[in-house]
Nanobody
Framework: VQLQASGGGLVQPGGSLRLSCAASGNIFSPNAMAWYRRAPGKQREYVAQIISTGRTNYADSVKGRFTISRDKSGNTVYLQMNNLKPEDTAVYYC?????????WGQGTQVTVSS
């Protein structure tokens, strides 16, 4: 399984970005896709998850601002990030858990700064 993330960039506080992560390979159901992030000098933290049934879960720090979704094929996951704050600055990583194995994509940098 391979994951390809994209969509990061520089945005002003209050702005929006949409991250994408395309999974390829043996993507069996059920599975769970998620986003994590690592800010400078901090440990990696969980952001949001969506499982193959469509159920979602969010970290408290992003609830109401971020939305995770998947396309119809279930192989691409999105993270719509609204009302971005400087503390959202981090490298964002996508993750898939399938057949009891966890896979990680490369990170995409999100910088929130004026």
């Amino acid at each position: 399984v391979q994951l390809q993330a994209s969509g990061g960039g520089l945005v002003q506080p209050g702005g929006s970005l949409r991250l994408s992560c395309a999974a390829s390979g043996n993507i069996f159901s059920p599975n769970a896709m998620a986003w994590y992030r690592r800010a400078p000098g901090k440990q990696r933290e969980y952001v949001a998850q969506i499982i193959s049934t469509g159920r979602t879960n969010y970290a408290d720090s992003v609830k109401g601002r971020f939305t995770i979704s998947r396309d119809k094929s279930g192989n691409t996951v999105y993270l719509q990030m609204n009302n971005l704050k400087p503390e959202d600055t981090a490298v964002y990583y996508c993750n898939i858990f399938v057949m009891a194995v966890e896979y990680w994509g490369q990170g995409t940098q999100v910088t929130v700064s004026s």
